[in-house]
């Protein structure tokens, strides 16, 4: 049966790109498809023991067109010519350095392997100095402080750090590249096949929360205060912008070279771009004073208030209030932690260490055995884990463990962090200790939350989305006991790529607003999870050790 009314949604994340085709007249999805990128997959141009994480292009242009040529095929000819925008959300700040023509100097001869000349992946940290050195100036330079609608403080997870360190770092990648482009706006630019870095729309929510954008000083920061944290900074504002864009609002159409590759229509409306968090906000439904937490390898948690016509109150702390970043005329907040479900992930992998470097060698079994048992043990290890954690009674280990594994994002971004665990015995198992890992994530969310009302910014509802929120009952649960709330799952699996999807409804004009693309397209939630009153108080006591434990660490840092 033709389907009249169809949008893509394209979800870029850290380990892969999904394409979700959905039904704009109701939100059902039709046909949804993953590439996972293969370098990235090998560690390729990354140092974790440096924080640092780069991407090449490639796996993105690559990733594009695999899973949306999949799901134009899986729709079928009748209703490939009825797909009619397309939306695009990817991870950030993930920007890179381009020539005068919007080309990622990777893709430039002489760059093709070069960790600098690609995508700034939003989790490296490499630029933790460059971030102090921006603090540093924002409060002393003599003019406004340019980090104030950031919460106050500049992170080395942002546009201008990276840019700073890997100009400094690298003369030829400075020499070179004319412009810089989040990768939010770079994948719209290139669908539409404007790439010029002076031309191109730059999306609303990466500059405002990312690149210290404000309307109140007419833009970016003034070369001013560039050319003060380094002269090497000297003429870049000129080549990036003055003007942004919310989300909904067309970046243009499709290249007909595109359209043909890809086998869509030529008149296909491709939306500006947005973070992955921000569109999986609206993927999940959210509305005034909603707290949406997107909870996957790391954190971010977005707050949609009004916009308050007496002025702009400012949020201390936070990851930037940007008006328009979620919703259009809406105030934008968003809050996070730099490591969620990475802190699980490190914890397996260390338990792990036995299965790659003996049980993978063993001559005992024959190697059909081995993998399968390397591949089973995998699997099960976190849901097992957690299962026996959930068995242990709140406190009973006297562990307590601090989630800053890949520093603190919120409250007042400090990446130069580091986790600990406190309280260890001859009887702390690895359930005990995971337990105690998970509280400590869900205590750093409460942060967040404390930190919101402390600055007088109610919240009346929260809602979960992502792989956590949707694999770990266990999580979820803690984290009711532990926020004192009840807290919503999205039923979607996919609800960046929806959010994404319902942009380019609005963008290509099926619907008037973003919320009124919400109403028709959301699809709900499909589990509640309610705190336990004596879990409450339990975790009360806990979450008092947990912050001198962080103000310990904070103090004594190395």
Avoid at 333 to 339: F, I, T, Y
Avoid at 350 to 372: D, G, H, M
Avoid at 443 to 453: E, P
Wanted: include cysteine.
């Amino acid at each position: 049966m033709a389907l009249t009314h169809l949008v893509l949604g394209l979800d870029f994340g850290t380990d892969s790109v999904r394409t979700l085709l959905v039904d704009a007249s109701n939100g059902k999805e039709v046909a949804s498809s993953v590439y996972e990128y293969p370098w990235w997959k090998k560690g390729m141009y990354c140092d974790p023991a440096r924080n640092k994480f780069r991407q090449h292009p490639l796996e993105y242009i690559e990733g594009l067109e695999k899973t949306i040529r999949d799901v134009v095929v899986m729709a079928g000819k009748s209703n490939a010519g009825n797909i009619r925008g397309i939306g695009v959300d990817t991870t950030g700040s993930t920007p890179v350095p381009v020539d005068h023509t919007g080309t990622p100097l990777s893709l430039v001869k002489g760059f093709e392997e070069n960790p600098n000349a690609m995508f700034i992946l939003w989790k490296d940290h490499t630029s933790n100095k460059e971030a102090e050195e921006i603090n540093q100036a924002a409060r002393t330079w003599g003019g406004k402080d340019f980090t104030k609608y950031e919460g106050g403080v500049y992170s080395s997870e942002w546009f201008w750090a990276k840019i700073l360190h890997i100009i400094r770092e690298d003369p030829a990648v400075m020499n070179s590249a004319y412009s810089w482009v989040e990768h939010c706006d770079w994948i719209p630019g290139l669908l539409t096949g404007n790439l010029d870095p002076l031309k191109m729309k730059r999306s609303r929510c990466a500059a405002g929360h990312k690149a210290m954008w404000h309307k109140e000083w007419k833009g970016l920061p003034p070369e001013e205060f560039l050319v003060k944290l380094d002269p090497r900074l000297k003429d870049l504002r000129e080549k990036l912008y003055t003007e942004t864009y919310t989300s909904d609002i067309p970046a243009g159409t499709i290249t007909e070279s595109w359209a043909k590759r890809l086998g869509l229509s030529p008149d296909v409306v491709v939306s500006v771009g947005t973070f992955d968090a921000h569109a999986g906000a609206l993927g999940g439904e959210v509305k005034e004073f909603t707290l949406s937490k997107v909870m996957g390898t790391s954190t971010c948690d977005m707050l949609v208030t009004p916009l308050n016509t007496e002025g702009e109150k400012l949020v201390g702390g936070i990851c930037g209030q940007v008006n328009g970043s979620i919703i259009p005329e809406m105030l934008g907040l968003e809050a996070g932690q730099s490591a969620f479900g990475d802190v699980y992930a490190w914890f397996r992998e260390l338990l792990e260490w036995p299965l790659e470097n003996i049980i993978s060698k063993s001559k005992v079994i024959n190697s059909s055995t081995r993998e399968k048992l390397i591949h089973e043990t995998r699997d099960k290890m976190i849901r097992i884990l957690a299962e026996h954690a959930a068995d242990i009674p709140i406190g009973e280990s006297g562990i307590i463990a601090l989630d800053w594994l890949n520093g603190r994002r919120t409250p007042y971004a400090d990446q130069s962090l580091k986790g600990a665990i406190t309280g260890l015995s001859l009887g702390s198992d690895a359930p005990r200790i995971f337990r105690a890992l998970v509280e400590a994530t869900c205590f750093g969310s409460r942060k967040i939350v404390d930190r919101f009302r402390e600055e007088g910014v109610e919240i009346k509802q929260v809602i979960a989305l992502g792989g956590v929120a949707k694999k770990s009952p266990f999580v979820m649960q803690v984290m009711a006991d532990v926020l004192n709330m009840p807290i919503k799952v999205a039923k979607s699996e996919q609800t960046p790529a929806l959010g994404a999807a319902m942009l380019a409804a609005t963008a290509a004009g099926i619907y008037r607003n973003v919320q009124a693309a919400q109403k028709a397209m959301g699809n709900g939630f499909d589990k509640e999870y309610r705190p336990v009153k004596a879990n409450v108080k339990a975790y009360n006591d806990l979450y008092h050790h947990y912050n001198l434990l962080g103000s310990v660490i904070e103090k004594n840092k190395v």
